[in-house]
């Protein structure tokens, strides 16, 4: 189950009340560009994962966290009976389905780390994972960059990115420019800036 449109956007407001900052516009940015892709997806509806991109950051809400905000979001999300919304709160940060893929400090607690790992080895990815996945590495606060624009600004403030999860945005943009069949960049630049 998701919030509608309206609701997902004022869930979204109320977060950046309680922990203002640029991931909120990362967020708003994320959600144009997976709503973009998802137009020229037959079989994706454009409202669903723009809803998705919104949220995937809700858990920064409860303050500056690391993997926390992971655990933080699914929490959140589950509680309001949005389970959908829930899966892509822990999903967007592991694209291979492993801790390994996670860049940034370990601080969540023993039953949240727990939760993580029990929650993500029993989820099954489909193409809305993958889309807010991609999306997620091509969203600035500013707005869009290219991957490895964004990918680097990561590895810069944290000192690294896995070449495995470097490596998977890129088949992620190429699955998706073969389902599209247009550049990537052609869609997601008409979102511009927040």
């Known amino acids: 189950m998701l919030p509608t449109r309206e609701k997902a956007e004022a869930l979204l407001e109320e977060a950046e009340q309680c922990n203002p900052g640029p991931w909120g516009k990362h967020s708003r940015t994320a959600a144009r560009c997976a709503e973009n892709i998802a137009k020229l997806c037959p079989d994706l509806d454009p409202d669903k994962a723009y809803i998705l991109g919104l949220l995937h950051d809700i ?68 193409e809305y994972d993958w889309l807010i996945q991609l999306c997620d590495a091509l969203a600035g606060a500013g707005g869009v960059s290219t991957m490895e624009e964004r990918m680097e600004d990561v590895r810069k403030r944290y000192g690294t990115y896995p070449q495995k999860k470097w490596d998977r945005n890129l088949e992620l943009k190429k699955y998706f420019e073969e389902k599209t069949g247009t550049d990537i960049y052609t869609i997601v630049k008409k979102t511009g800036t927040t």
């Open 59 to 126: 858990g920064r809400k409860f303050g500056v966290r690391h993997l926390g905000h992971v655990s933080d979001g699914y929490r959140y999300m589950m509680s309001l009976g949005y389970d959908e919304a829930a899966k892509v709160c822990l999903t967007h940060s592991f694209h291979c389905q492993s801790l390994d893929d996670y860049i940034g400090s370990f601080d969540t607690s023993e039953e949240e780390l727990a939760l993580i790992q029990h929650t993500l080895a029993k989820t099954s990815m489909d």
